[in-house]
């Protein structure tokens, strides 16, 4: 049984930064890849960036929205995902979600129906 759960949400002035968290515990695939989402009510849940999470060089994807201001990065041995994210905009207000794969994302790295496992979110609030 695979459990994901995000920390590292909260409330922050227009530029400022953020880190979020992700560990998916019981997630042992030899081909894995984990992404974070974000979703504003009433709207899609957008894919933002995803990263390999297995044996050789990262294979990394990010949204044109948050390319340049959010980072993803990787923690393999404990399977944990990071997002770091810098030059907040209030449009960036969501609730961010981390989510894993059963299998490399090369054909999907952004796409939420790729992914099998979901973490319950976490809400980032950026006021102007």
């Known amino acids: 049984q695979v459990h994901v759960v995000e920390s590292g949400g909260g409330s922050v002035q227009s530029g400022g930064s953020l880190r979020l968290s992700c560990t998916a515990s019981?997630?042992?695939?030899?081909?894995?890849?984990m992404g974070w989402f974000r979703q504003i009510p009433g709207k899609e849940r957008e894919g933002i960036a995803s990263?390999?999470?297995?044996?050789?060089?990262?294979?990394?994807a990010y949204s044109d929205s948050v390319k340049g201001r959010f980072t993803i990065s990787r923690d393999p041995t404990k399977n944990i995902v990071y997002l770091q994210m810098n030059s907040l905009r209030p449009e960036d207000t969501a609730i961010y979600y981390c989510?894993?794969?059963?299998?490399?994302?090369?054909?999907?790295?952004?796409?939420?129906?790729?992914?099998?496992?979901w973490g319950l979110g976490t809400q980032v609030t950026v006021s102007s």
């Open positions: 019981g997630y042992t695939y030899s081909k894995r890849c």
């Open positions: 990263i390999s999470f297995w044996a050789g060089p990262a294979r990394i």
């Open positions: 989510a894993a794969a059963r299998e490399d994302c090369a054909s999907f790295p952004l796409t939420t129906t790729g992914y099998d496992y």
